[in-house]
Nanobody
């Protein structure tokens, strides 16, 4: 059973930075894609950024140039570095992987950006 354990989110002022981590049980073998989605109150879950097995990255226009995804293969951990945060980035952030044609989600991390 694949499990994703996310770090806690946090409260940050606009313009600040925050890094989320996602520890993935098992190896990275078989992972087709890895990334983050987010869901703001009253809104649908949306893609933030995702990396495919080939190393290509697709990000929402709203976060391009501010958010970066990275992977530490030795620790089976992925990171989402968020810079220049804006109040509209406030949401619950979910780590996501697709492995062997199945989808797995982290428990979610609340990120709140104050103006």
């Amino acid at each position: 059973q694949v499990q994703l354990a996310e770090s806690a989110g946090g409260l940050v002022q606009a313009g600040g930075s925050l890094r989320l981590s996602c520890s993935i049980s098992g190896s990275f073998a078989g992972i087709d894609s890895l990334g983050w989605y987010r869901q703001a109150p009253g809104k649908e879950r949306e893609l933030v950024t995702i990396m495919t097995r080939g190393g290509n990255t697709n990000s929402a226009d709203s976060v391009k140039g501010r958010f970066t995804i990275s992977i530490d293969n030795a620790k089976n951990t992925a990171f989402l570095q968020m810079n220049m945060l804006k109040p509209e980035d406030t949401a619950v952030y979910y780590c996501y992987i697709r492995k062997f044609s199945s989808d797995y989600w982290g428990q979610g991390a609340q990120v709140t950006v104050s103006s």
